[in-house]
């Protein structure tokens, strides 16, 4: 395939064949509506305001957990650091578990529990920067009935099944916490007592399993900092084995929890994440938490819960283990600060699923932006950036924080290039001020910034804080002497956007040639001329989804002799069943209907000129469609919608 360098942007056009490995194109609206748990009718602390007076360090559980029954008790002892002059501790707690003491230094000191708060008085007041500890005992039954909830007491093919599932404001469900996007606690220890039939999947490294009785008590240690709701635990009969991978400092192991009925389906799927692993580690920066382990518990949630060091999922599918893998760096390791910047959680780990196939396996590289694109694309609103924080349907959605988040770190690769992509992701993942943390939309632009030396003020604007896509019309000439004037226009989905700017991608075409081309679009009605070895006979707008964006119209002409709206009448547009095309012209060879595939799936030849041809549309789904008028010496391409 030929390359031609102009004063743009060039990329080489990789064809693409159906692949080894399809895309799931319902996996993200299956994990996004799972993770949109209702918690709307009950008052939630999402960034909890209530401890920024201490910073946590090291945290002790101790839980009795029997997956027969739902119920909790324990105790969860807090060391912390005063930020300032401290006289009172908070936590929080769902009013519904019963707190039965605190203790500080050993004595019971007094409490209040109401509107889903523990407040602790001390009896003297704590300096800044003094080191503390306190610790809460209580019980309860977890309410069952918010949305899917927080802590599920359940049964797996008749079998008793307790896990936990905290995001994002679930974890005073089930434990006194500080439910926080601003302190990750730098340490912990889980212990888990249980009927003895049971195994505990938790965070870090299992550091013994002690029988007492007919139960037996799990240790879980974890030596890495880790945000609130990234606790879990799951409770129930596993089957356990282990995969290995051998990673660039070492081999890790990937520790499986699983159903037993579910054993042999496990094994057979879960070395699938290896490469994925190796790619990652390889990518962006070593796995995060290289001494202890990487993890799978399964469980009945229709999804998967990137619990750090041991995700929680449904099932074994590819994009499911991949996409919760893909949290360990970003989501865990490097946390969104704000539920506004959920993006820089479900964007990412999205985006690395589909690198998981552009990497791995191209084949499938672009099915995977087209099921992104299908479901982006279906309404003309909503940015990236999540502003409405009360709503966890809308933190959680599928279509804006996963998917168009996806998208546009694609398009961020197209305008910065690849280099500057993967280093400025590499660098977000080892900044010494956010590794281990927090981060938001403007950390990570300064890095993309600093990586290609882009100023990205309107791109971020467009694409991250602002709503809605480009429309685009495409109109080319082509010369005798094979050059092309091409003229870019634009409208956009959303008034929030006055201009979207763009490398906007075209393929011209003729029998077995064909050439890429990136236009830097920088404003409305943009023209360019093009010097081609060759008269194409067909011009194709972005051919390898690169782009959030919608063709309306392409038209492709030569001297100048071009259908005019008098000459072609396509309507109605949107259409039910018939639609009707009214030929002012002559030398139709013929009409063409298109998925957005590009597969034809209507056509019509032998078009007498001067005539009015009926389409029958009906046995079509519901969707964009374009139509192709096609004669020797032009092709005109619009886009109709069938309702």
């Known amino acids: 395939m030929k390359r031609i360098l102009i004063t743009f942007y060039v990329l080489a056009c990789v064809l693409s064949s159906f692949a080894q490995r399809i895309p799931d194109k319902d996996f993200i609206n299956k994990i996004s509506f799972q993770e949109a748990k209702n918690h709307e009718n009950i008052l939630k602390i999402g960034n909890s305001k209530l401890g920024d007076n201490y910073n946590l360090y090291y945290q002790r559980m101790l839980w009795n957990v029997n997956p027969s029954v739902n119920y909790i008790s324990g105790s969860v002892t807090s060391y912390f650091t005063a930020n300032s002059l401290m006289s009172q501790v908070l936590f929080e707690l769902i009013d519904t578990l019963t707190v039965d003491s605190v203790k500080y230094h050993s004595n019971n000191i007094g409490f209040t529990h109401s509107a889903n708060i523990i407040t602790i008085t001390l009896p003297a007041g704590i300096a800044a920067g003094v080191r503390d500890s306190i610790c809460v005992y209580y019980h309860g039954a977890p309410p069952q009935g918010i949305g899917f909830g927080s802590f599920i007491q359940s049964t797996h093919n008749s079998v008793p099944i307790i896990w936990t599932l905290s995001e994002p404001f679930g974890a005073p469900d089930w434990w006194p916490c500080k439910n926080s996007l601003s302190d990750k606690i730098d340490s912990i220890d ?116 990137e619990h750090q060091t041991m995700t929680f999922l449904v099932d074994f599918g590819y994009d499911l283990m991949a996409h919760e893998l893909a ?30 196939y552009y990497f791995l396996d191209n084949s499938s590289w672009y099915y995977w932006k087209r099921n992104n694109l299908e479901d982006i694309l279906v309404e003309t609103d909503g940015s990236v950036y999540c502003y409405d924080t009360t709503s966890v ?61 882009i100023n990205l003020d309107g791109f971020f604007d467009d694409w991250i804080y602002n709503e809605g896509y480009p429309i685009y019309t495409i109109n080319t000439t082509i010369k005798s002497d094979s050059t092309v004037t091409l003229v870019i226009s634009q409208t956009q989905s959303h008034p929030s956007v006055s201009f979207f700017e763009l490398p906007v991608p075209v393929r011209f075409s003729f029998g077995g040639i064909d050439t890429l081309i990136v236009f830097d679009n920088t404003f409305n009605n943009q023209s360019f001329d093009v010097q081609l070895n060759f008269k194409p006979n067909q011009v194709k707008f972005d051919p390898e989804l690169e782009l959030i964006a919608v063709l309306d119209t392409l038209i492709l002409h030569n001297n100048n002799d071009v259908f005019s709206e008098s000459e072609l009448l396509i309507r109605p547009n949107p259409v039910n069943d018939i639609l009707t095309v009214s ?17 034809i799936v209507k056509e019509l030849t032998n078009i007498n000129p001067e005539s009015t041809v009926s389409l029958n549309l009906k046995s079509l789904l519901k969707g964009v469609y374009f139509i192709n008028i096609i004669s020797s010496d032009n092709i005109c391409t619009r886009k109709i919608v069938k309702l």
Not at 583 to 599: A, C, E, H, M, T
């Open 190 to 305: 889980i212990y888990v007592t249980t009927p003895s039939a049971n195994r505990v999947g938790s965070n870090g490294s299992l550091v013994s399993e002690t029988l007492a009785g007919a139960n037996k008590i799990f240790h879980w240690k974890h030596r890495y900092p880790i945000a609130t709701y990234l606790i879990a635990i799951a409770v129930t009969n596993y089957s356990v084995y282990s995969d290995y991978a051998t990673l660039q400092n070492g081999t890790l192991e990937i520790l499986n929890y699983v159903f037993p009925e579910e054993l042999t389906n496990a094994q057979q799927s879960t070395p699938d994440l290896i490469p994925v692993m190796q790619l990652f580690d390889s990518l962006f920066s070593d796995y995060p938490y290289m001494n202890e382990k990487y993890g799978h518990a399964q469980f009945g949630w229709g999804g998967g819960m």
């Open 393 to 453: 349907n809308r933190i959680f959605s599928g279509r804006l924080s996963y998917k168009k988040g996806a998208m546009v770190l694609n398009m961020l690769k197209l305008k910065i290039g690849d280099s500057a992509l993967f280093t400025c992701m590499k660098n977000f993942m080892t900044d010494p001020q956010l590794i281990y943390g927090f981060a938001g939309t403007a950390d990570f632009k300064n890095h993309a910034e600093a990586s290609s030396g």
């Open 327 to 356: 949290h360990q760096w970003f989501g865990d390791k490097v946390t969104c600060k704000s539920w506004h910047d959920i993006w820089i959680n479900e964007s990412f780990a999205t985006f690395l699923t589909g690198l998981t």
């Open 583 to 599: 030929l002012n012209k002559s030398k139709i060879d013929k009409i063409q209907i298109l998925d957005l595939k590009g597969s």
